[in-house]
């Protein structure tokens, strides 16, 4: 199974940014994506996930500016992040768990892709 993020960028407070990760390798489409970040100096935190039936679930903080969604005929999840913080500043990792419930742990990990929110 390979989990791979794209789309960190540098974005000024109130901007938008979309990410995406593909996921390749299960046999079924109906695996679950979590999303977590890691903020330097701090402990990684889930953001969001989406489970293969599609139910999301987001940390308060993030609620109504973050939504994820996803594109079975692609293989892709993208997380559409809005009205970002510089609190949102954090390396994005997306993972991939074969069990469609949002329940950890998660079987592969991508790599990680910066998001940077500053003027």
């Known amino acids: 199974v390979q989990v791979a993020e794209s789309g960190g960028d540098l974005v000024r407070p109130g901007g938008s940014l979309t990410l995406s990760c593909t996921v390749s390798?299960?046999?079924?489409?109906?695996?679950?994506v979590g999303w977590f970040r890691q903020a330097s100096g701090k402990e990684r935190e889930r953001v969001g996930c989406?489970?293969?039936?599609?139910?999301?679930y987001y940390i308060d903080v993030v609620k109504g500016r973050f939504t994820i969604s996803r594109d079975n005929e692609k293989n892709t999840v993208f997380l559409q992040m809005e009205n970002l913080k510089p609190d949102d500043t954090a390396v994005y990792y997306c993972?991939?768990?074969?069990?469609?419930?949002?329940?950890?742990?998660?079987?592969?990990w991508g790599q990680g892709t910066q998001v940077t929110v500053s003027s």
């Open positions: 993972a991939a768990r074969r069990i469609s419930t949002c329940v950890s742990p998660f079987d592969a």
């Open positions: 390798g299960f046999r079924t489409k109906s695996y679950a």
């Open positions: 989406i489970s293969g039936r599609n139910m999301t």
